[in-house]
């Protein structure tokens, strides 16, 4: 009888905590590896994502949201760094974000993989989220409202994804010159919806 309360009280608390899968503009699940366009949740709110030049006009390319509502950005691909999560991406999942977009890598010959650096979001992040003993390159994905939020969530100096988080932020968007909007951690949340390529 203990070990049948014990089994009991295990699988109640794996359907509590167990997390969502994150659904795009489809209703479909988001899969690791598919192609999306991350796109603001409310229209007329500028447009998806895309690559460019910094302030400082030097590589990496840093992340942007279109201006024009009409663009859709640049397509973009989820990969799981928890290789035995499962076949779609989960809320509160770490994962890294990756733009499929071949040519944007020869521009500065690095990676298109997410990172923060210095606050904002730019790319020549590391597949699986370490770099020089530090997480750069970990984001989650949180139910916000009717829509998503992405959160940039660094775990503790040479963790992997069983170490704890360290304290997590909103990704939102920081207005640079030109009217540029460049994204970064700790503004106000962007709400997002995820529509497949």
Known sequence: MKIYGILLLFFTLFQVIKAEPVLDTNKQQVRPGYTYYILPATT???G???????????CPLDVFQAQNSQNIGLPLKLLMVNSSAGLVIDENEDVNIKFAAPR?????NKSTVW?????????GGIKGGSENGTSTS???????EDAYAL????????CSFICPRLLCGYIGISPAANRARHLAVN???FKIVFKKA
């Not at 990172?115 to 790319?123: A, L, P, R, Y």
């Not at 959160?151 to 040479?158: D, E, F, L, M, V």
């Open 115 to 123: 990172k923060i650096e210095e606050g904002f979001v730019t790319t």
């Open 187 to 189: 503004r106000p949340v």
């Open 151 to 158: 959160q940039y969530c660094p775990r503790a100096t040479g």
């Open 44 to 46: 007329g709110n500028g």
């Open 138 to 144: 970990l984001f989650t994905i949180q139910k916000y």
């Open 104 to 108: 944007y890598v020869s521009i500065c």
């Open 48 to 58: 998806g994502l895309t690559l460019a030049k910094g302030e400082n006009g030097s």
